[in-house]
């Protein structure tokens, strides 16, 4: 149930405004939008929009409030940032004072998919191509749902307000905070549209762990035999792209729960870059880009508003939003079974991971702990080359409890379901970033096709003596030097000397998780 704080503000902000639409349609957001000068629409009817100075996430500027309702329970540190109650309640009156006189847009709508554990959620904004971004990306009600809406968390989204980094106790203009006791979050300073997603996935990822239902990072599909997949992973290593897969049915592509029932989908659209997008490699994404669909920091052509999908000259982190029943074989509603096949996906940056690999269940729990990739370019402000990075259950800034939590949520499920569990490298092969190249798209998907039939389930495999993994030696499709990182090498010194740099990392990572199980400790990388 709502809580009167945020009744309170939603009724302050309701009386303030110059003018308060609530629900508008699709076609009447795009209007507004451009009426606005908010956005321009491209050659295929999306609308497209640029989002000034930020054109990623600001994980630096997100804070929860430390009160009664998470004091206990966060985990608190550089991920999750504290930020006192009174500095909350004096950011929110000051921007419900910059919000009097303006027009804002409502949507209200659902987070997740499954009926029985759905937030109703409500996001206030202060542009209309924004709150198209919210409709198009989370649950859609329908018109009865709406009749007696009555949400159980308030975002207010307003770009146009800055924070006092000294008054507000923030470090800089932009904030991102939630607040668990009043079920209030507020976003300023920014104009990435991302942050509304990810601020409302948090919250779940915070609440569902109590029902006993375990959020998830990753994307989802599942097969004609009604067996259904899970890709884990970060910003840029394929999620979206692999799970987008015409000979299955895509669930969702980024967020999801896994509760008694089997999975269901945070969301009610995708969120997929776009950058190098063309129609040859993700047919499915191309075609979404249509009337309905939102770009996002991409380049067009000033006289035919073309999109160009190669130009970098914004961002890196180009994007389009779309509703997920553009994609034709999505499932509707996002739910499915419990999975079968699990792919911890990686890009890396120092290209010695093996290209695909088996788990067991003990590796399969020491990787989603530390969830190994490289930050790609773009997808957080300051990051302009790929650089290691280490993140916690695949998206450590959106984990509000300690990752041991998920992570014998996880390993609960495992032992439950029997999923087989693949560790993916998407990033480097032959050498590191700058030396080697990025793997094939169509090598992926073939490792990721076998997967799915079972053909690995029984085939022949090597142990990889650095990371203890199970590669196997032959998969249809893909040369058999590629399933060997280091006969990708023109130097087998040069390997074995960044294979042991790159588990060492490792091993000084998982140190921060103090004590755990031997088993889940003794099953990462050996360090000579």
């Known amino acids: 149930m709502p809580t009167e704080h945020s009744v309170r503000f939603f009724a302050a902000l309701e009386r303030h405004a110059h003018r308060l639409h609530r629900s508008l349609s699709v076609p009447l957001l795009f209007e507004a939008a451009i009426h606005r000068g908010e956005a321009q629409v491209s050659e295929t009817g999306a609308l497209r929009a640029v989002t000034g100075k930020y054109t990623g996430r600001s994980p630096q500027d997100k804070f929860l409030v430390d009160n009664a309702a998470t004091h206990d329970l966060v985990d608190w540190g550089k991920v999750n940032q504290p930020l006192a109650p009174e500095d909350f309640e004096n950011l929110r009156a000051r921007m419900e004072e910059f919000a009097a006189g303006k027009e804002l847009f409502v949507f209200d709508g659902f987070a997740g998919a499954s009926p029985e554990y759905r937030l109703p959620i409500r996001v206030v904004t202060q542009y209309a191509w924004h709150s198209l971004f919210a409709h198009q990306l989370f649950v859609r009600p ?33 904030v991102i905070t939630l607040n668990f006791e009043s079920r209030i ?34 994307s989802a599909n599942t097969g004609p035999d009604g067996g259904v997949s899970l890709f884990f ?77 190669d130009d970098v000259s914004l961002t890196e982190n180009t994007r389009a939003a779309y509703p997920v029943d553009f994609i034709p074989s999505a499932v509707i509603p996002g739910v499915g079974g419990h999975p079968d096949t699990i792919f911890f996906l990686t890009a890396d940056a120092f290209g010695v991971l093996p290209p695909i690999s088996r788990l067991t269940r003990d590796q399969a729990m020491y990787h989603f702990m530390s969830g190994y990739t490289s930050k790609l370019a773009g997808t957080e402000r300051g990051v302009t080359e790929p650089e290691p990075n280490f993140s916690s259950c695949f998206g450590a800034p959106f984990w509000p409890l300690p990752p041991a939590h998920y992570a014998q949520m996880l390993g609960n499920r495992l032992d439950t379901h029997n999923a087989v569990c693949y560790l993916v490298n998407t990033g480097w092969t032959g050498g590191p970033y700058g030396v080697g190249s990025r793997m094939k798209l169509t090598y992926t998907r073939a490792m990721i096709h076998a997967a799915l039939s079972g053909a690995l389930r029984d085939a022949q495999t090597v142990i990889d003596p650095v990371f203890g993994l199970q590669i196997p030696t032959h998969i249809d499709g893909v040369p058999d030097e590629i399933l060997q990182p280091s006969q990708t090498w023109s130097s087998k010194s040069e390997y074995d000397t960044a294979a042991q740099k790159l588990a060492q990392r490792f091993a000084e990572n998982f140190q921060k998780f103090g004590e755990v199980s031997a088993e889940i400790a003794g099953a990462g990388p050996r360090i000579s």
Not at 187 to 206: D, Q, R
């Open 233 to 309: 992973g970060l910003s840029g290593t394929g999620k979206t792209t692999l799970s987008a897969d015409p000979d299955r049915k895509l669930i969702g592509d980024d967020e999801h729960g896994w509760s008694g029932a089997g999975v269901f989908n945070f969301e009610g659209g995708c969120y997929a870059k776009c950058i190098r997008l063309s129609a040859e490699g993700e047919p499915q994404i191309w075609d979404a880009i249509k009337f309905g669909s939102v770009l996002e920091n991409v380049v067009l052509d000033p006289e035919t508003r073309a999109a160009d999908y």
């Open 185 to 218: 979050g507020l976003i300023c300073g920014t104009e990435y549209a991302g942050e509304i997603k990810k601020s409302i996935f948090t919250v779940l990822n915070f609440l569902l762990p109590q029902q006993d239902v375990f959020p998830m990072h990753c």
């Open 142 to 174: 329908t018109p009865s749902q709406l009749e007696n809406f009555v949400p159980e968390f308030l975002l207010v989204d307003l770009p146009g307000f800055h924070a006092d980094p000294v008054r507000d106790h923030t470090r800089s203009e932009t």
